[in-house]
């Protein structure tokens, strides 16, 4: 459900802004955008959140529709695929957001904690209001910027009781992956090695005829994951860091720079240049 749109704290949009140049904040990255870009059926692998700092944001599935400006927290309670299209502010010509991943170790917390009936699941994609969350949010920031990340991990699982206490308990619920949500997360932590359909049958002890048959189950093949799952990464990489698109590639298993953009333009419907990070 959409909120009202509130005036934000210009200073905790200040101080969360900062992040995008501290160095012990990696993996919390800031996106810039120097012109509008937006990507189709971008893979979102973990529950997380995005503070938007400025212009604005649109976002869509099969059964929601949102638009976020700054002041807004947008809210992901769970693995989905998202269209996006980020808008740099007409003023500045920036577009600026901070991604926080709901690392497992402050999902596991959460749920350790949490000894009361479940709350309900609510949707998958949420808009709240970002001052609600102010406190924890500066705790999480200054122990970010300290290397404090026991204490980071600590304010995140904070953050996602009183998200759960919010109505959003599937935050709470650890759901069982799919045989190719497995795969994808395998290849993701080496996206650049080789990968074959014996790899994936000897880490599973499956035959490569069970494992052709579950993947079309799913409507997939071994080919076409592989390639999902490193641009998926590829896509994580472009939003996160400042890496030059021909580093990106090769990390994901690309040799070629061309191929790379082609396939990444192909299953976006965005030039990988656009995201302006590099």
């Given at each position: 459900?959409?909120?009202?749109?509130?005036?934000?704290?210009?200073?905790?949009?200040?101080?969360?802004?900062?992040?995008?140049?501290?160095?012990?904040?990696?993996?919390?990255a800031?996106?810039?955008?120097?012109?509008?870009?937006?990507?189709?059926s971008?893979?979102?692998?973990?529950p997380?959140?995005?503070?938007?700092?400025?212009?604005?944001?649109?976002?869509s599935?099969?059964?929601?529709?949102?638009?976020?400006?700054?002041?807004?927290?947008?809210?992901?309670?769970?693995?989905?695929?998202?269209?996006?299209v980020?808008?740099?502010?007409?003023?500045?010509?920036?577009?600026?957001?901070?991604?926080?991943?709901?690392?497992?170790?402050?999902?596991?917390?959460?749920?350790?904690?949490?000894?009361?009936?479940?709350?309900?699941?609510?949707?998958?994609?949420?808009?709240?209001?970002?001052?609600?969350?102010?406190?924890?949010?500066?705790?999480?920031?200054?122990a970010l910027?300290?290397?404090?990340?026991?204490?980071?991990?600590?304010?995140?699982?904070?953050?996602?009781?009183?998200?759960?206490?919010?109505?959003?308990?599937?935050?709470l619920?650890a759901?069982?992956?799919?045989?190719?949500?497995?795969?994808?997360?395998?290849?993701?932590?080496?996206?650049?090695?080789d990968?074959?359909?014996?790899?994936?049958?000897?880490?599973l002890?499956?035959?490569?005829?069970?494992?052709r048959?579950?993947?079309?189950?799913?409507?997939?093949?071994?080919?076409e994951?592989?390639?999902?799952?490193?641009?998926a990464?590829?896509?994580?990489?472009?939003?996160?860091?400042?890496?030059?698109l021909?580093t990106?590639?090769?990390?994901?298993?690309?040799?070629s720079?061309?191929?790379?953009?082609?396939?990444?333009?192909?299953?976006?419907?965005?030039?990988?240049?656009?995201i302006?990070?590099?």
């Open positions: 459900m959409a909120l009202t749109p509130t005036l934000p704290d210009p200073g905790l949009l200040a101080e969360i802004a900062t992040l995008a140049d501290c160095q012990r904040a990696e993996g919390y800031c996106i810039t955008a120097r012109r509008e870009h937006g990507a189709s971008v893979e979102i692998p973990q997380q959140f995005a503070i938007l700092l400025q212009g604005r944001k649109q976002v599935t099969a059964q929601q529709s949102m638009t976020f400006v700054p002041g807004d927290l947008f809210l992901i309670t769970q693995r989905c695929r998202i269209d996006v980020n808008i740099p502010d007409p003023a500045s010509g920036l577009y600026l957001s901070a991604i926080v991943p709901l690392c497992s170790e402050a999902l596991s917390a959460a749920r350790t904690l949490w000894n009361e009936p479940l709350p309900a699941a609510g949707l998958p994609l949420a808009q709240l209001a970002l001052d609600a969350h102010a406190d924890t949010l500066r705790q999480w920031r200054a910027e300290r290397g404090h990340y026991t204490e980071a991990r600590l304010a995140l699982a904070t953050l996602i009781v009183a998200f759960c206490r919010g109505g959003h308990g599937s935050l619920l759901p069982e992956p799919s045989l190719g949500e497995r795969l994808r997360d395998l290849i993701a932590a080496q996206p650049e090695r990968w074959q359909s014996h790899d994936f049958e000897s880490h002890g499956m035959s490569g005829a069970t494992l048959r579950r993947l079309a189950s799913e409507q997939l093949s071994v080919r994951l592989i390639a999902d799952a490193r641009l990464y590829a896509m994580q990489l472009l939003y996160t860091t400042r890496l030059p021909k990106v590639a090769a990390r994901v298993g690309y040799r720079l061309g191929s790379f953009n082609r396939r990444f333009a192909a299953r976006y419907g965005l030039d990988p240049a656009e302006g990070n590099s």
